[in-house]
Nanobody, 119 residues
Framework: QVRLVESGGGLVPAGGSLRLSCAAS????????MGWYRQAPGKQRESVAS???????NYANSVKGRFTISRDNAKNTVYLQMNNLNAEDTAIYYC?????????????WGQGTQVTVSS
């Protein structure tokens, strides 16, 4: 089993920045891709950014140029640096990962962290 714990959310004014962190712990042999999703009130969960184990990243068009995803494989941690935030970025942010546990590759999710951008 893999446990993901997010941190770093909060209230920030428009134009501000936040850095989210997500640390994986538990019993696993490897972690492959990691990523961030978000869900705004009344909307479906959407992908924000993802990063492979080798560091190749992808971003949603809405955050390109403002958000940066990175990871520290030694710490099993993924980060999301969010700059120039706007009200549309308000959502619960969830991290996920694909991890190999007991010989099976599964997807795991964190509990989420609230990001609120005040306009």
């Amino acid at each position: 089993q893999v446990r993901l714990v997010e941190s770093g959310g909060g209230l920030v004014p428009a134009g501000g920045s936040l850095r989210l962190s997500c640390a994986a712990s538990g019993s696993f042999s490897s972690i492959n891709a990691m990523g961030w999703y978000r869900q705004a009130p009344g909307k479906q969960r959407e992908s924000v950014a993802s990063i492979t184990k080798s560091g190749i990243s992808n971003y949603a068009n809405s955050v390109k140029g403002r958000f940066t995803i990175s990871r520290d494989n030694a710490k099993n941690t993924v980060y999301l640096q969010m700059n120039n935030l706007n009200a549309e970025d308000t959502a619960i942010y969830y991290c996920n990962c694909f991890a190999n546990s007991d010989g099976v590759l599964r997807i795991y999710w964190g509990q989420g962290t609230q990001v609120t951008v005040s306009s």
